[in-house]
């Protein structure tokens, strides 16, 4: 007992590892998407060592921290490159031409919407960690947009432009919060800014307590 106690004491902060898997998943990405790479048969080992394991990893640490809002997202994204992978081996025939031949890319499109519903209130949590994070969720929002649309055949080009872009944006600004995360606790000190909450939701709601509190006396 004693043992697992000191075990769960010292865990690091996976957000490192985490964001590095979101970072090189997308970077990879978006260069099929932007037209830069062709293809997506080397995309799909990123998509599951990195967009999958590697996120999964940092959702099962922070479970273990008690980090809902960590272990949430990392992991919801986690079963998202991994589901993106499968899609991919059957869009590609790896499961035989006859479920490749029955694939409705609307149901796609669907998956989209709902990961952007999830996003979105993931993005809404987000302000009250760091803007670094915020920002990503942003884009994550923005890229949702347009694989959704782009899915529906909606401003097709532009949109998968949209995504595109949004994505390789995401590489950028998941690489810079790596970086912050690992270098910051490796110095012991703010080596570089990740920003601040944004303190807007967390204050009202001590409000709210402060006065139902108040009225109960």
């Known amino acids: 007992m004693e043992t697992t106690k000191q075990t769960e004491g010292t ?20 260069s099929q998407k932007l037209g830069l790479t062709e293809g997506v048969s080397l995309v799909i080992p990123w998509a599951i060592f990195l967009g999958g394991f590697a996120q999964l990893m940092a959702c099962i640490i922070d479970a273990k921290k008690n980090n809902v809002f960590g272990a949430t997202a990392f992991g919801g994204y986690a079963l998202f490159w991994f589901s993106v992978a499968m899609t991919w081996f059957i869009q590609n025939g790896v499961f035989g031409e006859k479920l490749m031949a029955a694939v409705d890319s609307k149901q796609l499109g669907f998956a989209f919407i709902g990961y952007l519903i999830f996003t979105l209130f993931m993005t809404i949590g987000s302000m009250e960690t760091n803007k670094v994070l915020f920002i990503i969720f942003v884009l994550i929002d923005f890229l949702f947009i347009g694989l ?31 970086g912050a995360n690992v270098l910051n606790r490796h110095f012991g000190r703010e080596f570089l800014p990740l920003g601040k909450p944004f303190g807007i939701l967390k204050e009202q709601s001590g409000q709210i307590r402060s006065t139902g509190a108040a009225l109960q006396r």
């Open 11 to 30: 865990l690091a902060d996976p957000s490192a590892l985490g964001l590095l898997g979101l970072a090189l998943v997308t970077l990879v990405a978006s």
């Open 148 to 178: 959704s649309l782009s899915t529906f055949k909606v401003a097709p080009h532009f949109t998968h432009q949209l995504a595109g872009w949004s994505e390789f944006l995401i590489a950028l600004v998941a690489f810079y919060g790596c």
